[in-house]
């Protein structure tokens, strides 16, 4: 008779102990599987974004004018492409200098940068110039700061007077982040045109 009440707490705290250990096993993996599935959605989103500003950049639509950035901004949909958003897109219009007296003699460099939603998450990958009106770069075939750095070769090969058109979008989500676990998330797509 002892040894069957002896084995009925046995059995108890062995139900309590696996509670626990799957709670401490199960939880992060479950909330970590729903922090990456929903990433997934996003980079999804974002994707599809940078492929459509790309396209529209590259078809010639002029992102410098208030009604084009409106639309992006509508295609965006909740990624929030706002100045102080989560979203920033960044299209490049890059060309390798065709000109015998340049600077920038056979070197690609970004002739046109327009940078749409919050400028503060992140930069283009391959160079940042001071820009003017309607994105352009000021004398670029001698400025050299224009130069696209790690384009020109390591991305797509260039001859002398090719252009290229980059979309860079990147999406911040904080929402999904896990303190102490996962921080500063977010998802990031690029596209040469």
Known sequence: MRS??????RGGSAIVEFVL???????????????????????????????DAGHMFARGVDFSLAGNQQMLQYLAGGLDLTPAGKSVVILSQIVKVDCASCANKNVAVIMRQIVLGNSSLRSSLYGSPVTGPGG????????????????????MGMNP?????????????????????????????RGVF
């Open 161 to 189: 007077g090719e252009m290229a058109y980059v979309a860079e979008a990147f999406y911040r989500s904080s929402e999904l982040d896990l303190p102490g676990f996962m921080t500063s998330t977010g998802v990031a797509a």
């Open 21 to 51: 250990a799957a709670a401490l096993i199960y939880t992060p993996l479950i909330l970590g599987t729903m922090v990456i599935g929903m990433n997934l959605i996003r980079a999804i989103q974002v994707t599809q974004l940078n492929r």
């Open 4 to 9: 069957s009440r002896k084995q009925r707490r």
């Open 136 to 155: 352009m770069v000021e004398n670029y075939e001698n400025n050299l700061g224009a130069r696209a750095v790690n384009f020109d070769g390591a991305v």
